[in-house]
Structures are given as C-alpha cells and as structure tokens.
C-alpha cells in the first residue's frame, strides 16, 4: 500500500493588540486575518495571554475576561481590573492579578485569583502587593503549586482550594520558581539580604524542605531574577543592584549566576565590564548565551559548566532570542540602539543574514522558527507604531502601520510539532524590494565629511583623524621648528 501523506502543518499566526481591539494575523502571504480566531474589535483590551500549547486564549476588555479556546468561547469571569494573567501549564486555571489598592470601609482586598478555566468558578485569592513574584509557579503536570509568602514557600497540591501541604521556611522571601520537569520537583526561592546579611537562592527537592540542596549568596543584590532551563536542571539567577558603587554605570551593577539541582553552583564569568542586557537558555538546556557589557556588547555562549565555548563578538546588542527549534538565534539592539538584528547559525556559529528593525521595541520567533516578528509599541513610542514580518533569511516579507499598538507576538505551538528544517538559501533579491534608507547620524559640522574617531567593535582600530584647525597648526609649529633648527619644513599632515 502507498504510504499515507504526511498531514500538512499548521499556518503560525501572531496576534496583535492595540487601541481597537485584537486582531489574528496569519503568517503567510497575503496576511489575512485566521479563520480559527475571531477579531476582538473592543477597545481597552487591557490585557491578553495564551497557553503554551496556543489552545486557549484569554483577554480583559475592561469590563469582564473572556477565555476561549480554539476560538470558541469558554468561559467569563467577572474581573474589570485585571492587568496580568496567565494559565496553568494543563490549561486547568487562570490566574489574574490586579493592582494592589486599600480602602478606608473594606481594608486591604485580595488582587490575586485564581479561576477554574472551564467553569470561569474562583478558585482561591490572596493578597500580592508586588506585580513582581506574584504568579502562582505550578509544576508541569499541575501535581503542586507553590506561591510566595512573607517569610515561607507555601506549597499547595494542583487544585489551590485545598490547604497548604508543606512550607519552606526562610528568614525572608522575595520570590519562588518551581522547576519544569517530572517529579521530583524542584523549588527555588530567592532570599532577599537584611542586616548586613547576604541574599540568597536555595533550591529544595521536594518533599525534602528542610535542607536545601544547592544555594548561593550574594552581597550584590537589590532585586533578583531566576530563569530555568527547560528540562528544570540548572537556573540562571540574575542580581541587580540599584547604586554602582564604583560610579561606572548610572543604571546599578547586574550578575549572573548558575545553579543546578546536583548541587553545583558558581559564577557566570563576564570578562567584559558593564551590565548584563539579556539571557537566554538554549531549548536543549544544555547551553545558554549572554549579552553584557558595556556598549559596543559582547555576547558569549556558555556550557553547564559556565565555560565560555564560543565567542559572538561585539556589537550593538542588547538582546537575544534562541528560535523555537534552537537551531537559529537573533542578537538584537532595541531601545535606545538602531534596531539592528544579526541571525546566526548555531551549528556553524556564523552569521546567516543582518537585518535593521529600527524603533522596533519587541521580537518574537514563529513556532516553525522561520519567521521573526518585531513591533513598535506604544507607550515606548507614541509615533510610528505598527509591526514588520520578517524572515530570517529573505528579510522583510510583511509590515503594516497602527495607529496604536501595544502588542504583538506569535500563538505558541505544541513543542515538536514543526520539525527542524535546513536553512533556506538567500534570496536573489528582497522580497520587498530594498530596506529603507537609514538617517545618518547627526555629526557637527566640524566633523562632517572625515572619518569617524570612534569604533564600532572593540577589535575595530578607530581613525586617526585631524581636524582642519588642528592640521593648520601643526603646520605652523612644524615651521616654526624648522626655522629654529634651521632646517627645511617637515611635510604638513593633509587636512582631512
């Protein structure tokens, strides 16, 4: 019999979010709206978030949520207010989060819920105050839940209606992570330094709570960060401190450290001063890459055991997104840098393709890691907002403006199911024809029409170059030298 035909995959689709409403956006030319989402024409959506799987969908329009999956609706929920929310790793809940507010007649009100994604039923509330470290951290297979207390790690089973099972107790807490991953599980928690103590992170294997398993303390931070790899082995923990002592940076000092659930931990070693600007792990685990230093940055690949395997160079980056198959990554130089984004091959390590997205101020890559999507949102900027597809070889393929937009990203995909493909060959010619022209850089008149005294990369020589004044006066002191020594002029520089 003849083999069955292979099922044709799925079109990626990115939703875009902005002052009239939400809108489903097929990532294929023409860029029609998608069939499988309906458009979303309230204004106000406040917020919006999508399940890992890109199953189920959940927006807040200023008067209710609305949870729909495969674009049919599934639930309402009651909640004006909310300005973030996210689901469960099975899509089992929803949990919200509000602003923090007190008054006089009620006291302080529980901001943080969490609903029961089927029925729209409330599940439990408590009070986070802070929007950092609020969300609830279940394990993959919803078995517990863990969030932040005061000074304990309060662990609950999958359903949050049921009492706390265990605790972590610690002299404080800042925030909690539960590891992705089977069971046994694993929590990190960050201790916050008082009294001239250290912070600090620990990391228990449940249903051991008493002694943790690897930790790290640190003099260095104000606030902290934790970010596991995928398969919930190892945590890359960024510190930050509000003052440079050492006055070299305006924004604080930032450092990165590794720990691993064998109990191994240490110093990501950045041999290149300034701040660490972005991070990120590989989707195998087995690597990470880091962007830091001062301007231009230097981007550097790490193994498990924080030794740096390959160097990237430097350049004007200051973030870093591995696509979804890990066989690509982009160093991006958004905010106050010119949008540039190189595509790299990670088997070769080589540069495949360099694009500009200037005034860009996100990036997402398609789940079948062939397309990036960058927009201008607002409030970063007020003018000029609107969003740009862009393949990763071919350039740009799609742009539209919009006349307010405060997001846009692609629906997440099932993991596995786009293969990893070969790079595509490079074009004979854009598919839009040529980018468009890039403004030059403001230069005084003085310096106009010379080369530029400074480098872009630190292994770049900068020109030696004299301005016109400059010149004329070493000419005259080359004269005067001569007439004292009685020897002929030496040659005058040329005036650049």
């Keep these: 019999a003849a083999a069955a035909a292979p099922a044709e995959l799925p079109i990626p689709v990115f939703a875009v979010r902005g002052a009239e409403g939400i809108q489903f956006i097929n990532n294929v030319a023409p860029f029609g709206l998608s069939d499988k989402f309906p458009k979303i024409d309230a204004a106000g959506c406040k917020s919006m978030t999508m399940s890992t799987d890109g199953s189920f969908f959940a927006y807040c329009d200023s008067t209710k949520i609305t949870v729909l999956r495969n674009g049919a609706p599934v639930s309402t929920i009651p909640r004006a207010r909310t300005a973030d929310m996210f689901f469960s790793p099975l899509n089992t809940y929803l949990a919200t989060w509000e602003n923090y507010t007190t008054r006089k007649d009620e006291g302080s009100a529980e901001n943080a819920h969490v609903w029961r994604v089927a029925t729209g039923e409330l599940v439990n509330s408590f009070v986070a105050k802070r929007f950092e470290g609020w969300r609830p951290q279940w394990s993959d297979e919803e078995a517990i839940c863990a969030r932040t207390g005061a000074t304990e790690v309060l662990i609950h089973g999958g359903d949050l209606s049921t009492p706390v099972a265990s605790r972590i107790k610690l002299p404080a807490l800042d925030s909690c992570s539960v590891a992705p991953g089977a069971a046994p599980h694993t929590v990190a928690a960050a201790v916050p330094g008082k009294k001239g103590a250290p912070s600090s992170v620990v990391l228990f294997v449940l249903p051991r709570t008493e002694h943790p398993v690897c930790s790290k303390s640190f003099y260095k931070a104000d606030s902290i960060g934790m970010t596991w790899n995928k398969q919930g082995s190892a945590v890359l923990v960024k510190t930050h401190t509000d ?254």
Excluded at 249 to 256: H, K, N, Q
Excluded at 414 to 429: C, E, F, H, I, V
Excluded at 452 to 476: G, I, Q, V, W, Y
């Design 243 to 496: 003052v440079d002592r050492t006055g070299q940076s305006y924004y604080g000092e930032t450092f990165l450290y590794y720990l691993a659930t064998d109990g191994s931990s240490s110093g990501v070693g950045l041999d290149k001063p300034g701040p660490v600007h972005d991070f990120a792990w590989a989707p195998s685990g087995a690597e990470f890459i880091v962007v830091f230093g001062f301007m231009p940055a230097k981007a550097v690949i790490f193994n498990k055991r924080c030794e740096a395997i390959h160097d990237l160079g430097t350049g004007p980056h200051s973030s870093v997104r591995y696509s979804p198959s890990g066989s690509l990554l982009c160093l991006a130089g958004f905010g106050s840098l010119n949008g540039q984004m190189q595509v790299w091959d990670r088997r070769t390590v080589k540069v495949v393709t360099t694009l500009n997205a200037r005034d860009s101020s996100s990036l997402s890559w398609s789940p079948d890691s062939r397309h990036i999507l960058t927009a201008t949102c607002s409030p970063r900027l007020k003018v000029d907002n609107g969003f740009k597809v862009w393949h990763y070889m071919a350039g740009l393929v799609h742009e539209r403006p919009v006349g307010e937009l405060w997001e846009a990203v692609f629906v997440p995909a099932p993991d596995g199911l786009y293969p990893t493909r070969p790079l595509s060959p490079k074009p004979a010619r854009p598919v839009l024809g040529a980018e468009p022209a890039v403004k030059a850089v403001y230069r005084p008149p003085g310096a106009r029409g010379a080369p530029a005294s400074f480098s872009l990369h630190d292994d770049e020589p900068a020109a030696a170059t004299l301005s016109k004044a400059a010149a004329k006066n070493m000419k005259r002191a080359a004269a005067r030298k001569a007439g004292e020594d009685g020897a002929a002029p030496a040659p005058a520089a040329a005036a650049a």
